[in-house]
C-alpha cells in the first residue's frame, strides 16, 4: 500500500512527480515504485521513474532526481 509509505517520503523532489498516482509494479520478478513524471511532455518512454525495491539503496532518492533533472533543468530542480 503507497499511502503507508507516503508518509515518509519528504524529498523535495517529489514535486517533480504525481504522487497521488504512484504505482506498485512488478518487473521482471522485481517489485518497484512507479512515479509518473509530472512534466507535461516526459522525456522517457515509460513516463516515470521505477523505484526498484531490493536495492540496497531503496530509500535513495538520486534516480528521482536525474530523471527531474533530465526533463525539468537543473535550475529548477
Known sequence: NTEKLKK???SPVYAFFDIDCVAAQ????????????????????IGGVRHF???????????LKNHAIG?????AV
Do not use: I, L, Y
Open 8 to 10: 515518509n517520503w519528504h
Open 53 to 63: 525495491q531490493d536495492s540496497k539503496d531503496k530509500a535513495s532518492t538520486a534516480n
Open 26 to 45: 512488478n518487473v521482471d520478478g522485481r517489485n518497484c515504485h512507479f512515479f509518473p513524471c509530472a512534466a507535461q511532455k516526459c522525456k522517457t518512454r
Open 71 to 75: 526533463c525539468f533543468g537543473d535550475k
